[in-house]
């Protein structure tokens, strides 16, 4: 083979090089955010208000919902003491650009919807890069089916059933909304469809929904170097050695664009975002691809918000967003009618 033009002939070493130094960059970010954000996770919990009991809810911990020994597929329960059931239900998926983070990193989001009345199953999932996809997308279907079987004996409702996720577990979550309204080809997807039990409402918050061309976001609006390279990590992390051709469930924005009808009804969506979120726009897209199939969707946009600013709920504009969420679920679960596409008073989406 004739050398390349210019490099010697050292082509492909170079390109082995690269990758090699994109891997190692990918690892180390890694572990220095995982460090940092369990650290605050773990330090959070020293504060009074962290302690359950103070909120009337009791807390079932590293229950298994897959018989295989793995720490990855293990999933929290929150159960509130204090009311009466059968409890609506809220299974949630944690974010992290899907390799890393975990159940223990997201106790608030947990602790904040069964202070609120809700039997919260909080799980956790395989990462990559070790973990591609699918694995993330079968583990949290698997975590449905678990939860699906066991809800109603810890107290559950399952006639009142949310799944929530914030960024990449937005992702998974709407991911989860797809397979139990479509039937797909995938056996694992299929099994979900099976269950014959929908969601009543998906709450994916600030969510990363279409994985493949993680460059879009910048063709849009200038980026951080550091922002921009943290999204191709997330794509190339997640969709190492996919086949390009079977990631549907990787880019569910994709799916609903598309314009399908599903096959049974696709739960109402409540879509937060902020309007400094770099993933702002796959929100933008995602409620008018909702609207467009006819599936009830609010998305409320907050001013001058960052990625994920509803997990500090200390903050004046997460207590707002908070109050949304359970204004949406309590005006849903009740049987009400939702309104289709709208934003919250005070937002501006043309500012998005």
Same mark, same amino acid.
């Given at each position: $083979?004739?050398?390349?033009? @210019?490099d010697g002939g050292r082509g492909? %070493?170079? @390109?082995?090089? =690269?990758?090699?130094?994109?891997?190692?960059?990918?690892?180390?970010?890694?572990?220095?955010?995982?460090?940092?954000?369990?650290? #605050?996770?773990?330090?959070?919990?020293?504060?009074? $208000?962290? /302690?359950?009991?103070?909120?009337? !809810? =009791?807390?079932?911990?590293?229950?298994p919902y897959m018989d295989d020994g793995l720490v990855d597929h293990r999933l929290d329960v929150y159960r509130p003491t204090g009311r009466p059931g059968p409890h609506p239900i809220v299974m949630y998926v944690h974010g992290g650009g899907f390799s890393l983070l975990s159940k223990d990193t997201h106790w608030v989001m947990a602790l904040v919807y069964a202070r609120f009345g809700y039997l919260v199953f909080n799980i956790s999932y395989r990462l990559a890069p070790r973990h591609p996809?699918?694995?993330?997308? #079968?583990?949290?279907?698997?975590?449905?089916?678990? !939860?699906?079987? /066991?809800?109603?004996? #810890? +107290?559950?409702?399952?006639?009142?059933?949310?799944?929530? +996720? =914030?960024?990449? +577990?937005? /992702?998974?979550?709407?991911?989860?909304s797809l397979a139990t309204s479509y039937r797909r080809p995938e056996p694992w997807a299929r099994r979900a469809f099976d269950l014959d039990i929908t969601p009543r409402v998906a709450v994916p918050a600030c969510g990363i929904f279409q994985v493949s061309d993680a460059g879009r976001f910048a063709r849009r609006r200038r980026l951080p170097y550091v922002v921009r390279m943290t999204l191709e990590d997330i794509a190339s992390c997640y969709l190492r050695g996919c086949d390009p051709g079977a990631i549907d469930l990787a880019d569910p924005l994709l799916v609903l664009e598309r314009g399908e009808a599903p096959d049974r009804p696709l739960p109402a969506f409540f879509l937060p975002v902020g309007t400094r979120d770099p993933l702002l726009?796959?929100?933008?897209? $995602?409620?008018?691809? *909702?609207?467009? *199939? @006819? %599936?009830?969707?609010?998305?409320?946009?907050?001013? +001058? =918000?960052m990625h994920a600013f509803h997990a500090l709920v200390f903050r004046e504009r997460a207590r707002d967003c908070w109050a949304d969420i359970f204004a949406f679920l309590d005006q849903h679960l009740r049987g009400a009618a939702v309104p289709v596409a709208r934003v919250a008073p005070g937002s501006d989406e043309s500012a998005a």
């Amino acid at each position: $083979m004739a050398p390349r033009s @210019g490099d010697g002939g050292r082509g492909p %070493v170079r @390109g082995s090089l =690269e990758r090699f130094r994109t891997e190692v960059r990918q690892r180390a970010q890694t572990r220095v955010s995982e460090t940092v954000l369990r650290a #605050m996770a773990t330090a959070a919990r020293l504060h009074p $208000m962290a /302690n359950p009991e103070r909120h009337q !809810v =009791e807390v079932i911990r590293d229950v298994p919902y897959m018989d295989d020994g793995l720490v990855d597929h293990r999933l929290d329960v929150y159960r509130p003491t204090g009311r009466p059931g059968p409890h609506p239900i809220v299974m949630y998926v944690h974010g992290g650009g899907f390799s890393l983070l975990s159940k223990d990193t997201h106790w608030v989001m947990a602790l904040v919807y069964a202070r609120f009345g809700y039997l919260v199953f909080n799980i956790s999932y395989r990462l990559a890069p070790r973990h591609p996809f699918p694995a993330a997308v #079968m583990d949290t279907l698997a975590a449905y089916e678990w !939860v699906v079987a /066991n809800a109603a004996s #810890m +107290g559950g409702d399952l006639s009142r059933l949310v799944v929530a +996720g =914030e960024s990449a +577990g937005a /992702n998974l979550v709407t991911a989860l909304s797809l397979a139990t309204s479509y039937r797909r080809p995938e056996p694992w997807a299929r099994r979900a469809f099976d269950l014959d039990i929908t969601p009543r409402v998906a709450v994916p918050a600030c969510g990363i929904f279409q994985v493949s061309d993680a460059g879009r976001f910048a063709r849009r609006r200038r980026l951080p170097y550091v922002v921009r390279m943290t999204l191709e990590d997330i794509a190339s992390c997640y969709l190492r050695g996919c086949d390009p051709g079977a990631i549907d469930l990787a880019d569910p924005l994709l799916v609903l664009e598309r314009g399908e009808a599903p096959d049974r009804p696709l739960p109402a969506f409540f879509l937060p975002v902020g309007t400094r979120d770099p993933l702002l726009d796959d929100t933008r897209r $995602m409620r008018r691809a *909702l609207e467009h *199939l @006819g %599936v009830p969707v609010q998305a409320h946009y907050y001013r +001058g =918000e960052m990625h994920a600013f509803h997990a500090l709920v200390f903050r004046e504009r997460a207590r707002d967003c908070w109050a949304d969420i359970f204004a949406f679920l309590d005006q849903h679960l009740r049987g009400a009618a939702v309104p289709v596409a709208r934003v919250a008073p005070g937002s501006d989406e043309s500012a998005a």
